[in-house]
């Protein structure tokens, strides 16, 4: 016998209604629609605290073919608040796979929506803009559902990470293979760096364990006085989701710490909120970057980078301090995608070289922030 899939609905603040069937959990839920063009990793993207409030839609059509695994979380839970896919999978097919993606989204109460023209979906967003929307039953009132969608609060001037960041101080445990020695790494490097989660993705942690480097992480309201107290010979500042403009307590922590000379390497989120501690300004982009084949130019060598990204906002480069270099632009739009300082060992970027998903361009930095870390 058939089984029959309900209908859903997903509307738009501006009107814009598309109508496909339920995909995860059933009920409704309201956040910022924004989409992603990564066409694997659609795991780590779920569980990227960056996407928090927002409503993700996949534009590669098929999603779901190697089901679920806990090796590949980014965090420990589910960050969207929903889902939106045009095809998905209706056979699991990979051996690590653990749980099917439409029964993960039903036990993690994430709703989606599934069967949309998802070509046109992100054609208007990327016309008018990200905006807010509602994925809902089929039997909600075209009006009522804008009118939910519309009503939400949205992204700008809200601080999710406080929301997310964690609440106690803790010691990364996690490990990482590494290939060349076909070792397993626990994480009690030689060296020592503390890192602030903001909304942290857990493979910065890989990436920083394989290079010998033991992590304490701090919430993202923890004083600087407290992170010095530490004795660390690097901070590292993490992604995170939300509005960078809302976040000025850790702004402020960061200004302070700017004066210790410890070596300091921002990603993302970190990267905008050290941006204004360096007294630049932060701006909400149309639609964002979202996606693993976004080209960067570092403009100190010449070299282009495939990079994964994941921002709403950016980093306005005008006016520039003296002693700030704007290091790499994207090739797409000529927004900042890397600074640093000229007389510190400080510097950050606007994509992800830790990728998961995306290609692996930019696993140097995590070389150069290691050596610095090593040379304090």
């Given at each position: 016998?058939?089984?029959?899939?309900?209908?859903?609905?997903?509307?738009?603040?501006?009107?814009?209604?598309?109508?496909?069937?339920?995909?995860?959990a059933?009920?409704?839920?309201?956040?910022?629609?924004?989409?992603?063009?990564?066409?694997?990793?659609?795991?780590?993207i779920?569980?990227?605290?960056?996407?928090?409030?927002?409503?993700?839609?996949?534009?590669?059509?098929?999603?779901?073919?190697?089901?679920i695994n806990?090796?590949?979380?980014?965090?420990?839970q589910?960050a969207?608040?929903?889902?939106?896919?045009?095809a998905?999978?209706?056979?699991?097919?990979?051996?690590?796979?653990?749980?099917?993606?439409?029964?993960?989204?039903?036990?993690?109460?994430?709703?989606?929506?599934?069967?949309?023209?998802?070509r046109?979906?992100?054609?208007?967003?990327?016309?008018?803009?990200?905006?807010?929307?509602?994925?809902?039953?089929?039997?909600?009132?075209d009006?009522?559902a804008?009118?939910?969608?519309?009503a939400?609060?949205?992204?700008?001037?809200?601080?999710?990470?406080?929301?997310?960041?964690?609440?106690?101080?803790?010691?990364?445990?996690?490990?990482?293979?590494?290939?060349?020695?076909?070792?397993?790494?626990?994480?009690?490097?030689?060296?020592?760096?503390?890192?602030?989660?903001?909304?942290?993705?857990?493979?910065?942690?890989r990436?920083?364990?394989?290079?010998?480097?033991r992590?304490?992480?701090?919430?993202?309201?923890t004083?600087?006085a407290?992170?010095?107290?530490?004795?660390?010979?690097?901070?590292?500042?993490?992604?995170?989701?939300?509005?960078p403009?809302?976040?000025?307590?850790?702004?402020e922590?960061?200004?302070?710490?700017?004066?210790?000379?410890?070596?300091?390497?921002?990603?993302?989120?970190?990267h905008?909120?050290?941006?204004?501690?360096?007294?630049?300004?932060?701006?909400?982009?149309?639609?964002?970057?979202?996606?693993?084949?976004?080209?960067?130019?570092?403009?100190t060598?010449?070299?282009?980078?495939?990079?994964?990204?994941?921002?709403?906002?950016?980093?306005?480069?005008?006016?520039?301090?003296?002693?700030?270099?704007?290091?790499?632009?994207?090739?797409f739009?000529?927004t900042?995608?890397?600074?640093k300082?000229?007389?510190?060992p400080?510097?950050?970027?606007?994509?992800?070289?830790?990728?998961?998903?995306?290609?692996?361009?930019?696993?140097?930095?995590?070389?150069?922030?290691?050596?610095?870390?090593?040379?304090?």
């Amino acid at each position: 016998m058939k089984q029959t899939i309900a209908g859903a609905k997903l509307a738009l603040a501006d009107g814009r209604i598309f109508h496909g069937q339920q995909f995860g959990a059933a009920g409704e839920t309201v956040g910022e629609v924004c989409f992603n063009t990564s066409m694997t990793g659609y795991q780590e993207i779920l569980t990227d605290p960056s996407y928090t409030d927002q409503i993700i839609t996949f534009t590669y059509p098929h999603i779901g073919n190697v089901g679920i695994n806990m090796q590949d979380m980014e965090s420990q839970q589910i960050a969207v608040r929903g889902c939106i896919v045009r095809a998905p999978a209706r056979v699991t097919s990979s051996y690590r796979a653990e749980e099917a993606l439409d029964t993960w989204l039903k036990h993690h109460n994430i709703v989606g929506i599934a069967g949309i023209d998802t070509r046109a979906l992100v054609r208007h967003l990327r016309d008018h803009g990200a905006q807010n929307g509602i994925i809902c039953a089929a039997q909600v009132s075209d009006a009522d559902a804008v009118a939910k969608a519309a009503a939400w609060v949205g992204l700008e001037g809200r601080d999710l990470v406080g929301q997310v960041s964690r609440r106690q101080q803790s010691t990364w445990q996690g490990g990482t293979f590494n290939i060349a020695s076909a070792a397993f790494t626990q994480g009690a490097g030689k060296n020592h760096v503390v890192a602030f989660d903001f909304g942290c993705k857990e493979n910065i942690f890989r990436k920083l364990t394989d290079r010998d480097i033991r992590v304490t992480i701090v919430p993202a309201d923890t004083a600087a006085a407290d992170v010095l107290a530490l004795q660390p010979d690097g901070i590292f500042l993490s992604n995170g989701p939300g509005d960078p403009a809302a976040v000025g307590y850790a702004v402020e922590t960061i200004r302070s710490l700017l004066e210790s000379q410890t070596p300091i390497f921002g990603i993302c989120m970190g990267h905008q909120l050290l941006s204004q501690a360096l007294g630049l300004t932060t701006f909400k982009l149309k639609f964002g970057h979202r996606g693993g084949n976004h080209p960067v130019k570092d403009e100190t060598t010449g070299k282009i980078e495939i990079t994964s990204q994941n921002h709403g906002f950016a980093v306005a480069d005008e006016p520039l301090p003296a002693n700030v270099e704007i290091t790499h632009r994207s090739l797409f739009d000529g927004t900042v995608e890397g600074l640093k300082v000229k007389d510190r060992p400080i510097f950050s970027v606007q994509y992800h070289p830790e990728a998961s998903p995306g290609p692996h361009d930019a696993d140097y930095l995590f070389d150069r922030f290691a050596a610095l870390v090593r040379a304090a």
